[in-house]
């Protein structure tokens, strides 16, 4: 992974020096799985540990949910009350009955929203999902 950036006024990582953001304190894993489901976390693990294999693997982590990030931004997975919704930033559009929701974004790429219940929603399409979201964050 490339030298990263620290903004001065969060303390959060970047991949470019000076990237625009929206600047929210960082916070730990830990602080934004606070008082949300069990299952949710253990989905967010089985996802963390498999992209491991893949490379370095940033968690930019918020109160708001975790930034996953390689060069740049793959992967945005965010705690919920009923669910752990996760978006992955793919150069292609996926149609698939999990996808929830698929949202184009800049530069020919498309942002997809999966919903989690628990570890057992984490399977191997999934991890090729991921996969091609790493993979497409050094494009």
Excluded: N
């Excluded at 969060?10 to 000076?18: I, L, P, S």
């Excluded at 982590?61 to 997975?77: C, N, R, Y």
């Excluded at 752990?84 to 997809?112: C, F, K, N, Q």
């Excluded at 929603?121 to 091609?132: A, G, K, P, R, T």
């Amino acid at each position: 992974m490339a030298t990263r950036w620290t903004c001065p006024q969060c303390d959060r990582e970047f991949g470019r020096a000076h990237q625009a953001h929206v600047c929210v304190p960082g916070c730990t894993v830990d602080d934004t799985f606070e008082g949300r489901p069990q299952q949710q976390r253990l989905a967010y693990d089985a996802m963390v540990e498999h992209l491991r294999t893949q490379g370095p693997v940033h968690e930019d982590a918020v109160s708001v949910g975790v930034f996953l990030k390689a060069a740049q931004k793959f992967a945005e997975v965010r705690p919920g009350s009923r669910s752990l919704a996760v978006y992955l930033l793919l150069s292609r559009e996926v149609h698939d009955p999990r996808m929830s929701r698929v949202l184009p974004i800049a530069r020919g790429r498309w942002a997809h929203l999966l919903r989690l219940a628990g570890p057992e929603d984490v399977d191997q399409q999934l991890y090729d999902w991921l996969d091609e979201a790493y993979a497409a964050a050094d494009e």
